[in-house]
């Protein structure tokens, strides 16, 4: 029900704009996340968002670079990532939560997660 698109190769200090569209108009008030897994680590929180309250959970990593948003007429949530770095290189997936309150850091709340897309950033 999540697919995610805009991952490539980019220059470090690049941006690049992820796309997560949802296939069900039900999933639009569930909180969604971007999650991340690099090659020998775990999958780790990147950002997440409730629309309905407007709270976000960011990773310390973001450092400021990464912001999350969403066009609800075109079923798709956004993460624009600038600034990128080697250590940014991993899968990105987007996952939607059903619950709607503070959203969470943990990946296991999630109930619906998208293939993910590759971001690789070069030195």
């Known amino acids: 029900q999540l697919t995610e698109s805009g991952g490539g190769l980019v220059q470090a200090g690049g941006s690049l704009r992820l796309s997560c569209t949802y296939s069900e108009r039900t999933l639009e008030d569930y909180n969604m996340g971007w999650f991340r897994q690099a090659p020998g680590k775990e999958r780790e929180l990147v950002m997440a968002?409730?629309?309905?309250?407007?709270?976000?959970k960011t990773a310390d990593f973001v450092r400021g670079r990464f912001s999350i948003s969403r066009d609800v007429m075109k079923r798709t949530v956004y993460l624009e990532m600038n600034d990128l770095q080697p250590e940014d290189t991993a899968v990105y997936h987007c996952?939607?939560?059903?619950?709607?309150?503070?959203?969470?850091?943990?990946?296991?709340?999630?109930?619906?997660w998208g293939q993910g897309t590759q971001v690789t950033v070069s030195s």
């Open positions: 968002i409730s629309w309905s309250s407007g709270i976000t």
């Open positions: 996952a939607a939560d059903r619950y709607t309150g503070v959203p969470s850091p943990d990946a296991d709340e999630y109930e619906y």
